[in-house]
């Protein structure tokens, strides 16, 4: 009963997490059109920002969920989810273009980081209803991401550019209550099997 309780609270947690990491995704489309006024950016920089974020967030989640299996890591997704805040809240206090780009990198390392080890421990939380929880999961990424242009435009619109980089306390808080609630040590009880290099994974 402890280990189901536990299960429930760790699989809502997820949920949570999940929605507060891309409730910082769409950050950077909303913003741009003010950050390349006030660094006047051309129409070719905005659009290297837009790749380096997909590149980064993308590619990189493959050495991430490699991490996450096989060195045991307890705070990959944790720490995932503060990098990908950070790195889109940072966005309205980057001093120039470079610095964009590094904030935009963090962004996409941390989207990469999230992903593979919580949708790893929302499947095996789920017991025999693996289907509609990761459904559920999904959804609570998507609701994130239809929000996240929203926050980011209101707050920079209405208190300025620099007053976005204070949206990153709540997943800062997430990214806390993660770490100490998910049981991470579950995933230790798993066979370990033999261990396999990150080339032959991919």
Partial sequence: ADQSAAAAAALAWLMVAHFTNDLYNNYLPALLPLLADAHRLSLARAGILISIATITGSLFQPVFGYIADSMRFRFVAAAGLACAALGSALLGVAPSYLWLAAITVVHGVGVAAFHPQSAGF???LSGDRKGTRMAVYIMAGQAGQALSPLLAAYVAVHAGLPWVALTAV?????????????????????PSGVPVSLRDVL
């Avoid at 800062?172 to 998910?182: E, I, S, T």
């Fill in 122 to 124: 929302v499947h095996l």
């Fill in 170 to 190: 709540p997943a800062l808080l997430v990214a806390a209550a993660l770490v100490r609630v998910v049981p991470w040590h579950w995933r230790a009880a798993q």
